[in-house]
């Protein structure tokens, strides 16, 4: 009995020094927008890491409506940039992205571009896991993705 006790002791010592916990962080809310267009196509130009393009479609397919008779719309990402830096008793990473957007009209012969440039950094101090840092890198792509969204609908 007793040597069970301690075991069952010893067990519940090691789960509750488990400091892998998985955190289910909420789903992003994208900004909705609408574009004058019967068609859309989201084009990645360059090496983007999966994350980033699951979130980007994610947002393009759910968030990005169009209702329009006729013309296109084409949205492109382009140079996106990662670089981890050392700061004081940790790690930065900053990501940046560029988008261009482009409306046209075949029948009016019409062609509006919409140009931009999104960045959002993150930071992480003190001691931690390779683990820990790619999550960080998640969290800060998923944040350029929600910037990208906000700064696209107040160019429109």
């Known amino acids: 009995m007793k040597n069970s006790l301690i075991t069952i002791f010893f067990l519940f010592l090691i789960n509750c020094s488990n400091t892998?916990?998985?955190?289910?962080?909420p789903a992003p809310q994208f900004e909705t927008m609408t574009f004058d267009a019967v068609t859309k196509e989201l084009l990645?130009?360059?090496?983007?890491?999966e994350h980033f393009k699951d979130l980007s479609n994610n947002w393009f397919d759910n968030k990005v409506k169009i209702n329009g008779l006729e013309g296109s719309m084409i949205f492109t990402l382009k140079n996106y940039t990662e670089q981890s830096s050392?700061?004081?008793n940790g790690r930065k990473i900053?990501?940046?992205?560029?988008?261009?957007?482009?409306?046209?009209?075949?029948?009016?012969?019409?062609?509006?571009?919409?140009k931009g440039k999104v960045k959002s950094y993150s930071t992480?101090?003190?001691?931690?896991?390779?683990?820990?840092?790619?999550?960080?890198?998640?969290k800060?792509?998923?944040d350029l993705v929600l910037r990208l969204s906000r700064d696209l609908k107040s160019k429109i």
């Open 44 to 49: 990645f130009d360059g090496d983007f890491p």
């Open 86 to 88: 050392k700061i004081n």
């Open 124 to 138: 992480l101090t003190g001691d931690f896991s390779l683990s820990e840092f790619d999550q960080l890198i998640k």
């Open 140 to 142: 800060t792509q998923t």
């Open 94 to 114: 900053d990501i940046t992205v560029e988008f261009q957007v482009i409306l046209e009209k075949s029948s009016l012969s019409q062609k509006k571009v919409i």
């Open 20 to 25: 892998n916990a998985i955190v289910d962080t």
